[in-house]
């Protein structure tokens, strides 16, 4: 059976893509969690907020390795699967990327030693500088990053010369048409995700009556920040809408499965899109909805996907159930948040099992809802890499087989279905131990010298054998 190098090499990127992202979704989040929690630490002095510095830091650790590892692989999918897309677009992303290793991998690993390993060996405000440093190097990484892929979105500030894509203005480059609306959308769906995932290991520890002065904290703080988050998120995802509206309207065409372009258009809310026949099989709409939403007035217009050529097509049924997915997790969070506040109001947060029980098992929503916002964005920017300029199918390698990209997937499946089990048993162990175990553990070596003589013990079994 013969497979197209261009399906398999995007199916390869999307693995490999699918997997990284749910790292900085968490730790983007959770760097400046760490960071608030020691502040918290160093201006009250309170134990608490410091045995959960240290609880999360070392979850950060163990997920900043993994994120690591399955980003240097991206880079090296550019030349070996998309080599043309490589140098038309190199004079343009090349220094994005450049800037965001200069500016967010020093400072994230130039201060990550400090704040897992400092806190006995360097002043509390140097341990809080450094917990502010790794927060501010992961933004530092998202901006850059989110910066090139809106770019490739909506494409501006260059000019093309013999196929090349030349920046002429690097504040259009970087700050393109929809690169504020996707950065916030993303930092807030990072923000949002791992707000849940304290959420959930604070209603974890609960259940269990395992640290629970920490875990009240945890879960305390956690509320309070989504009560401000997902509504927020659910605003800067209207915006974001808006700007897909004016830039990509084939995406959004696609992403409602709108097959024809009418003024005061129903929101379709489920669908079975046939993409041959130029139609929806079946559909559940709710009149006027549609505009209402995506315009902000009732019978505005909506252009459908016969307005554009076929070949200009993204696929419509992945979008579409993406977005309803991405959707429907936002739901359940502000549902969450909504009956939260509710049980804190009458003074039963910590005490509700079933509320505590539905937070532990809403901790993966963050992640369902950012891996089905990913697949809205990038399957509804086909044919193309760069919008309406680079095809798809025009930026692989050119000598690239199907034999070459099938063995590759292969072994990129077998590794990460490694990886990322062991990973989370790691961060599941250290759940399972709490904040409080990390205060019983031994002294710490200050400054290279241990608190007491190593050979301490053997020298007293010789001792007791003479």
């Known amino acids: 059976m013969h497979f197209d190098p261009v399906l398999l090499s995007r199916i390869q990127f999307a ?74 677009v190199g004079d343009v992303l090349s220094p994005l990327f450049a800037y965001e290793g200069l500016t967010a991998f020093f400072l994230e690993a130039g201060f990550l030693g400090v704040l897992l390993f400092g806190r006995k060996l360097v002043p509390p405000w140097a341990h809080f500088f450094a917990a502010l ?27 093309i010369v013999n196929g090349q894509f030349i920046p002429t203005d ?25 707000g849940f995932v304290v959420l959930g290991v604070g209603a974890y520890l609960l259940r269990r009556n395992r640290s629970v002065r920490e875990a009240r904290i945890m879960f305390s703080m956690a509320l309070w920040a989504l009560t401000l988050l997902v509504p927020m998120q659910m605003l800067i995802g209207d915006m974001h809408g808006l700007n897909t509206r004016k830039y990509q309207p084939a995406k959004l065409a696609a992403i409602e499965s709108r097959w024809e372009t009418g003024k005061g258009v129903p929101l379709t809310v489920f669908a079975i899109p046939d993409d041959k026949a130029e139609q929806n099989k079946f559909a559940i ?5 549609g505009s209402l939403i995506l315009t902000h007035e009732l019978h505005g217009e909506v252009k459908g996907l016969k307005d554009f050529p076929a070949d200009q097509r993204p696929p419509v049924a992945i979008p579409f159930f993406a977005f309803r997915a991405m959707v429907g997790c936002a739901g359940l969070m502000l549902g969450l948040v909504l009956l939260g506040g509710w049980l804190r109001w009458r003074g039963q947060l910590y005490d509700t099992r079933l509320y505590l029980l539905a937070c532990q098992c809403a901790l993966p929503l963050g992640f369902i809802a950012v891996v089905a916002g990913w697949f809205v964005t990038e399957v509804g920017r086909q044919p193309w890499t760069v919008y309406g300029l680079l095809r ?15 063995l590759s ?39 290279g010298i241990a608190s007491a003589p190593i050979l301490t013990p053997a020298i007293n079994v010789i001792k007791g054998e003479m």
């Open 15 to 88: 693995w490999v893509v699918a997997w990284h992202i749910l790292l900085p979704a968490f730790t983007v989040g959770c760097a400046s969690f760490i960071a608030v929690v020691e502040g918290l630490s160093f201006a009250t002095g309170r134990e608490e907020y410091a045995r959960i510095s240290t609880f999360w830091t070392k979850i950060f650790a163990i997920a900043f390795g993994m994120g690591v590892v399955s980003g240097l692989v991206m880079p090296f999918q550019f030349g070996t699967n998309w080599s043309r897309y490589a140098a038309a």
């Open 133 to 159: 440093m790794v927060a501010i190097g992961t933004l530092f990484s998202t901006f850059w990053i989110l910066s090139a892929n809106s770019w490739m979105q909506t494409p501006a500030g260059y000019e």
């Open 170 to 194: 690097w504040i259009k480059v970087i700050f393109n048409p929809s690169f504020p609306y996707r950065l916030a959308h993303t930092a807030f769906a990072f923000f949002t995700t791992t």
């Open 285 to 289: 709409e709710i009149p006027f909805l």
């Open 392 to 406: 798809t199918a025009a930026s692989v390698s050119p000598s690239l087989t199907s034999s070459d990209v099938t």
């Open 409 to 447: 997937l292969l072994t990129y499946m077998a590794v990460y279905l490694l990886i990322y089990p062991c990973g989370v048993m790691l961060i599941a162990r250290l759940i399972r131990k709490g904040p409080v175990e990390f205060s019983e553990t031994a002294s710490a070596v200050e400054a």
